[in-house]
T-cell receptor, first 115, second 116 residues
Framework: AQSVTQLGSHVSVSEGALVLLRCNYS??????LFWYVQYPNQGLQLLLK??????LVKGINGFEAEFKKSETSFHLTKPSAHMSDAAEYFC?????????????FGKGTKLSVKP | GAVVSQHPSRVICKSGTSVKIECRSL??????MFWYRQFPKQSLMLMAT?????????EQGVEKDKFLINHASLTLSTLTVTSAHPEDSSFYIC????????????FGSGTRLTVV
């Protein structure tokens, strides 16, 4: 079975500060890992994904994440937070070749950015 | 890029009535569509997986007779909430797996259902 744990349901940073959103996964098979952002009453927008290529993945809006197998982690970072980054962020895992292939989501982390 | 158009974005209905939510893949063929439900301030929970031309697979605890899913074509999947009750009020999101251009998923913009 696969699962994702996001540490911290709410993270608050100042504008211009480093953003670090934590995600740990559990998977018995090589995982595909995703980070999504959700603004209020909207669907999910893909920030980046790891699909067994480069372990450091760069995404949109200046976000990046590093896949660390030894730590079973896929933390999301951004060097300098903008006010527009305030949103809900979800980490998700999918199994390679899984019969269903659906995403399994973490509980989400709400990012607040203070001026 | 692959786009899924979801309608309506917001709907209010009376208790006991049915509501249909549509998800259309605009520029690709969606052989598989996932339907999720999201409660306020919570994560997305998979309700069911629909495959074009076959019956949907429902997750444990999801009433298949209440949440009717139809995936009659490669570009359209629908979720009908039958005999809706206030506890069915939620945010429903569809998602399609995209096979071209790398492994990924694209999401609809979601439907906010309020049952009064």
């Amino acid at each position: 079975a696969q699962s994702v744990t996001q540490l911290g349901s709410h993270v608050s940073v100042s504008e211009g500060a480093l953003v670090l959103l934590r995600c740990n996964y559990s998977s018995s098979v090589p995982p595909y890992l995703f980070w999504y952002v959700q603004y209020p009453n909207q669907g999910l927008q893909l920030l980046l994904k790891y699909t067994s290529a480069a372990t450091l993945v760069k995404g949109i809006n200046g976000f990046e994440a590093e896949f660390k197998k030894s730590e079973t982690s896929f933390h999301l970072t951004k060097p300098s937070a903008h006010m527009s980054d305030a949103a809900e962020y979800f980490c998700a895992v999918s199994s390679i070749g899984g019969s269903q292939g659906n995403l399994i989501f973490g509980k989400g982390t709400k990012l607040s950015v203070k001026p | 890029g692959a786009v899924v158009s979801q309608h309506p974005s917001r709907v209010i209905c009376k208790s006991g009535t049915s509501v249909k939510i549509e998800c259309r893949s605009l520029d690709f063929q969606a052989t598989t569509m996932f339907w999720y439900r999201q409660f306020p301030k919570q994560s997305l929970m998979l309700m069911a997986t629909s495959n074009e031309g076959s019956k949907a697979t429902y997750e444990q605890g999801v009433e298949k007779d209440k949440f009717l899913i139809n995936h009659a074509s490669l570009t359209l999947s629908t979720l009908t909430v039958t005999s809706a009750h206030p506890e069915d009020s939620s945010f429903y999101i569809c998602s399609a797996r995209v096979s071209g251009g790398g492994y990924g998923y694209t999401f609809g913009s979601g439907t906010r259902l309020t049952v009064v």
